[in-house]
Nanobody, 126 residues
Framework: QVQLVESGGGLVQAGGSLRLSCAASGRTDFRYAVGWFRQGPGKEREFVATITWDGLSSAYADSVKGRFTISRNNAKNTVNLQMNSLKPEDTAVYYC???????????????????WGQGTQVTVSS
């Protein structure tokens, strides 16, 4: 079992940056692929980015490619999402999630992830 807690959300103007962090606890190691998802008002939860357990591979949604960067520090049990050049359409609750079954999985479906955080709100004003 692992618990995930997101932080770093807030209100930012369009063109600005935020850095989200996902902290894991409950296991002595952090051998999970981890993904970031988001859910905007009235929308379904959508894939944003994912990273393998070793941090060597990652994947991004087309809508954020080139603007967002996912990274991890397994010594600190954290996964970060650096978000640059933010747009109003990036406004959403952002969730991190862990996939316990696929260390090297770069899954884009929320159904592949077993553990979820409570989410952090990101609001981008125009």
């Amino acid at each position: 079992q692992v618990q995930l807690v997101e932080s770093g959300g807030g209100l930012v103007q369009a063109g600005g940056s935020l850095r989200l962090s996902c902290a894991a606890s409950g296991r002595t190691d952090f051998r999970y692929a981890v993904g970031w998802f988001r859910q905007g008002p009235g929308k379904e939860r959508e894939f944003v980015a994912t990273i393998t357990w070793d941090g060597l591979s990652s994947a991004y949604a087309d809508s954020v490619k080139g603007r967002f960067t996912i990274s991890r520090n397994n010594a600190k049990n954290t996964v970060n999402l650096q978000m640059n050049s933010l747009k109003p359409e990036d406004t959403a609750v952002y969730y991190c999630a862990a996939d316990r079954d696929r260390l090297y999985g770069l899954g884009r479906s929320p159904n592949l992830y077993n553990y979820w955080g409570q989410g952090t709100q990101v609001t981008v004003s125009s």
